[in-house]
């Protein structure tokens, strides 16, 4: 992966940190998988870790 390419996801991550932040697992969830990029190589697991993190409030992205 680039810098670009981690650039993006970080910038994805952090908006929907920015407006679904609180809301359930599932709906961060679904909202990650809906912005993501297809080949963002980001396994679904990680995805889930991402969800819990922005569910209780925090932004992971680090932005």
Do not use: C, K, Y
């Not at 996801?9 to 952090?14: A, E, G, R, W, Y």
């Not at 407006?19 to 909202?31: H, L, N, T, Y």
């Not at 080949?39 to 409030?57: C, F, K, L």
Request: proline share 8%; aromatic share 4%; net charge negative.
């Amino acid at each position: 992966m680039h810098d670009t390419d981690d650039a993006a996801l970080f910038s994805v991550v952090h908006g929907v940190a920015g407006r679904f932040a609180g809301q359930p697992v599932p709906v961060v969830m679904e909202a990650l998988l809906r912005h993501l990029p297809p080949a963002s190589g980001v396994e679904v697991t990680d995805i889930r870790r991402i969800a819990e993190e922005i569910s209780v409030g925090r932004d992971p992205s680090g932005l």
